[in-house]
T-cell receptor, first 114, second 114 residues
Framework: AQSVTQPDIHITVSEGASLELRCNYSYGATPYLFWYVQSPGQGLQLLLKYFSGDTLVQGIKGFEAEFKRSQSSFNLRKPSVHWSDAAEYFCAVGARSSASKIIFGSGTRLSIRP | EAGVTQSPTHLIKTRGQQATLRCSPISGHTSVYWYQQALGLGLQFLLWYDEGEERNRGNFPPRFSGRQFPNYSSELNVNALELEDSALYLC?????????????FGSGTQLSVL
């Protein structure tokens, strides 16, 4: 079965500290992987996506993610977080054929400690 | 350029009533997607409309329905509301649905069923 697991429901990090949000997936074919961010009261915004090629993907707002096929993971990282990064982060996996087949994880809420 | 707009922002209904949620996609986008975001469950795909037709449907009962108008705006109707329908309903749009390009999300309608 196709699924996305974000094992951390809530993470708190200090401003300026590094961040890693975990994402594991189960998918039968070559996955297309996404990270979205949802700020309070807002819709989702795409941070980055991986289709093929270099397994280290750069996104907006200084985020990056690394695709590791052997571990079925697509973890999101940022070297130094800012207070404005406090939000809900969603990992998603899908097929290239249709955006309607994207499966979202349950999300990780990120809080920033001043 | 205006983004995806949803109305109303908040909607309060009682069990058994009907709710109608509206979405206007980004100009030029022909595909509209509806998602349910219940607390702690991530985004669950509801419906996909493209060019006025329902193209795909998630695992939801028939009382969740909708339509897409000639101007590509869309309505989501939920009949016979149940308490567990309380959630944030997000609409997203994209241009075509062939290359799994990114989705643009609205800010959502928060539906509360009392």
């Amino acid at each position: 079965a196709q699924s996305v697991t974000q094992p951390d429901i809530h993470i708190t990090v200090s401003e300026g500290a590094s961040l890693e949000l975990r994402c594991n997936y189960s998918y039968g074919a070559t996955p297309y992987l996404f990270w979205y961010v949802q700020s309070p009261g807002q819709g989702l915004q795409l941070l980055l996506k991986y289709f093929s090629g270099d397994t280290l993907v750069q996104g907006i707002k200084g985020f990056e993610a690394e695709f590791k096929r052997s571990q079925s993971s697509f973890n999101l990282r940022k070297p130094s977080v800012h207070w404005s990064d406090a939000a809900e982060y969603f990992c998603a996996v899908g097929a290239r054929s249709s955006a309607s087949k994207i499966i979202f994880g349950s999300g990780t809420r990120l809080s920033i400690r001043p | 350029e205006a983004g995806v707009t949803q109305s109303p922002t908040h909607l309060i209904k009682t069990r058994g009533q009907q709710a109608t949620l509206r979405c206007s996609p980004i100009s030029g986008h022909t595909s509209v997607y509806w998602y349910q975001q219940a607390l702690g469950l991530g985004l669950q795909f509801l419906l996909w409309y493209d060019e006025g037709e329902e193209r795909n449907r998630g695992n939801f009962p028939p009382r969740f329905s909708g339509r897409q108008f000639p101007n590509y705006s869309s309505e989501l109707n939920v009949n016979a509301l149940e308490l567990e329908d309380s959630a944030l309903y997000l609409c997203a749009s994209s241009f075509l649905d062939r290359t799994n390009e990114k989705l643009f999300f609205g800010s959502g309608t928060q539906l509360s069923v009392l």
